[in-house]
């Protein structure tokens, strides 16, 4: 069965220090990866995206992240963190055939600290 | 920009009361979806609509639960019989087409089962 793994519950790090926060997958097919930001009690909101090209994503604040179909991987980085930077961060998959149903990893809570 | 339009933001229910959420889709897009979180949690996978049936659903969809697409526009997850376990963010998601594979997520209802 398919799945999604964020090994890492909770990360704390220092302000303008680097952060990677780790997800891997399984699949034996196509697929799709993402990253969510969640603040509290909030909705979802899409960090960044692998549908097919580059490897290497990034986003507008920042995030980049590196899909590596060898490893199963799709770790999420920041070179430099800020305060504003605190919130629970999920990986999801879907494939590109069925359903296009996602499967969520089951969080990482970045912590950035003063 | 369009975007997914959840209604209401926060419902409070007695436990045992049938509760409606309500989700207009964007316009042109064709797979729906439920999904769920219980606070703390991860995102979980309810069900997927497709061409006016399920497509999918998961073990937690059980016979409470139900979904509609009663005109076309709106889209709908009713519980028949609330339990305090039913407690959670419910998310709506819609997807354009086959092939692309992001979905684009709602801002949530949170349910609360007293």
């Known amino acids: 069965a398919q799945s999604v793994t964020q090994l890492d519950s909770q990360v704390p790090v220092f302000e303008e220090a680097p952060v990677e926060l780790r997800c891997n997958y399984s699949?034996?097919?196509?697929?799709?990866l993402f990253w969510y930001v969640q603040y509290p009690n909030q909705g979802l909101q899409l960090l960044l995206k692998?549908?097919?090209?580059?490897?290497l994503v990034e986003s507008i604040n920042g995030f980049e992240a590196e899909f590596n179909k060898s490893q199963t991987s799709f770790h999420l980085r920041k070179p430099s963190v800020h305060i504003s930077d605190t919130a629970e961060y999920f990986c999801?998959?879907?494939?590109?055939?069925?359903?296009?149903?996602?499967?969520f990893g089951t969080g990482t809570r970045l912590k950035v600290l003063a | 920009e369009p975007e997914v339009t959840q209604t209401p933001s926060h419902q409070v229910t007695q436990m045992g009361q049938e509760v409606i959420l309500r989700c207009v889709p964007i316009?042109?897009?064709?797979?729906f979806y439920w999904y769920r979180q219980i606070l703390g949690q991860k995102v979980e996978f309810l069900v997927s609509?497709?061409?006016?049936?399920?497509?999918?659903k998961s073990e937690i969809f059980d016979d409470q639960f139900s979904v509609e697409r009663p005109d076309g526009s709106n889209f709908t997850l009713k519980i028949r019989s609330t339990k305090l376990e039913d407690s959670a963010m419910y998310f709506c998601?819609?997807?354009?087409?086959?092939?692309?594979?992001?979905?684009?997520f709602g801002q949530g209802t949170r349910l609360t089962v007293v």
């Open positions: 998601a819609s997807l354009p087409r086959t092939g692309t594979g992001e979905a684009f």
């Open positions: 999801a998959v879907t494939w590109s055939s069925g359903t296009y149903k996602y499967i």
């Open positions: 692998y549908l097919s090209g580059s490897t």
């Open positions: 699949s034996s097919v196509s697929v799709y």
């Open positions: 316009s042109n897009h064709l797979y």
């Open positions: 609509f497709y061409n006016n049936e399920i497509s999918e």
